[in-house]
């Protein structure tokens, strides 16, 4: 069974910055099969930031340049570095386990304008 726990969420203003951390426990297999998403108010849910082979990372084009996403392999740990937030950033952000299908508990970003 696989666990993970988003943190790091908060309100900022425009422009400012966020990092989240998604912790993953259990019967992960790598950190490389996790990716953030995020739902904005009366949204639907949309992808963020996958790892893909190769090391790379996909991003939606809506935060290509203003978003960063990493992994701690030895701590089974992924992080999204957010900077020059934007109001329409503001929704709730998960991380979720491809293979499993395995979703966390999500973890609130306000921006402020």
């Known amino acids: 069974q696989v666990q993970l726990v988003e943190s790091g969420g908060g309100l900022v203003q425009a422009g400012g910055s966020l990092k989240l951390s998604c912790a993953a426990s259990g019967s992960i297999f790598s950190v490389n099969f996790l990716g953030w998403y995020r739902q904005a108010p009366g949204q639907q849910r949309e992808l963020v930031a996958t790892?893909?082979?190769?090391?790379?990372?996909n991003y939606a084009d809506s935060v290509k340049g203003r978003f960063t996403a990493s992994r701690d392999n030895a701590k089974n740990t992924v992080y999204l570095q957010m900077n020059s937030l934007k109001p329409e950033d503001t929704a709730v952000y998960y991380c979720?386990?491809?293979?499993?299908?395995?979703w966390g508990q999500g973890t609130l970003v306000t921006v402020s304008s």
């Open positions: 979720r386990e491809r293979t499993t299908g395995v």
């Open positions: 790892f893909i082979s190769g090391g790379r990372v």
